[in-house]
């Protein structure tokens, strides 16, 4: 069964680095999310990605955030310059489509973020 | 703002044992409602998705209900297992967007 994959599994970086966090999305989706989730909160949504654009995010998205879809496979999340607050689970999540009530996302394992 | 609340958050029973996981939201306003399962170190698989204009939807041992107006959702495993212990999650997607709307969680323990 197709999966959304990401890598690496565990990331730990010096605050102020910059890391990229990346996924590969079933191959014949066309929404890509980034979700995020501090240990002990609730799962948050970060961005959602369609036709190479941003389409919609929430007010944690914000310039130090960006996302990019280098090739056809891989969909990438960057944060510039990070901050503590930062450490969390980042999920990657794809869906053949973003805007029907009867479609459901997929998502990754997750990359464990670990800002020291 | 769209606010979704989960209860309880934490839930253990015997193995076998029928059991309902609440989920309610303040805004009716939504395309549909989804239930996560969320395995440690995992990512959230989907369970079952219920459109706005659904009341219920089954799969297998599971039956996700809807109720709209009041702003509420259950989900009813019958049967537990030890295999159904995991983080339960209720998700809802606001009108005409893909984002999802998360809930804390409740987190299951089946014991044997």
């Given amino acids: 069964e197709p999966e959304v994959t990401q890598t690496p599994s565990h990331q730990v970086t010096q605050m102020g680095q910059e890391v990229i966090l990346r996924c590969v999305p079933i191959s014949n ?11 002990g909160q609730k799962v948050e949504f970060l961005v959602s990605f369609y036709n190479n654009e941003i389409s919609e995010k929430s007010e944690i998205f914000d310039d130090q955030f960006s996302v990019e879809r280098p090739d056809g496979s891989n969909f990438t ?13 980042y999920f990657c999540a794809s869906s053949y489509t973003g805007y029907t009530s009867t479609d459901t996302q997929y998502f990754g394992p997750g990359t464990r973020l670990t800002v020291l | ?26 805004d009716s306003a939504i395309y ?29 041992r ?8 009041s702003g509420r959702s259950t989900l009813y495993i019958a049967a537990s297992q ?13 009108g005409n967007t893909g984002k999802l709307i998360f809930g804390q ?7 044997p």
């Fill in chain 2, 1 to 26: 703002k769209q606010e979704v609340t989960q209860i309880p958050a934490a839930l253990s029973v015997p193995e076998g044992e029928n059991l309902v996981l609440n989920c309610s939201f303040t």
């Fill in chain 1, 29 to 39: 989706h066309l929404y890509f999310y980034w979700y995020r989730q501090i240990l």
């Fill in chain 2, 62 to 69: 599971l039956n996700a209900s809807l109720d709209k107006s």
């Fill in chain 1, 77 to 89: 999340l960057k944060i510039r310059s990070t901050k503590l607050e930062d450490s969390a689970m």
């Fill in chain 2, 32 to 60: 549909n409602l989804q239930w996560f399962r969320q395995d440690p170190g995992k990512g959230l698989t989907s369970l079952l998705l219920i459109q706005s204009s659904q009341r219920e939807q089954t799969s297998g």
């Fill in chain 2, 105 to 111: 969680g409740t987190t299951l323990q089946v014991k």
């Fill in chain 2, 82 to 94: 030890p295999g159904d212990s995991a983080t339960y999650l209720c998700a809802v997607t606001p």
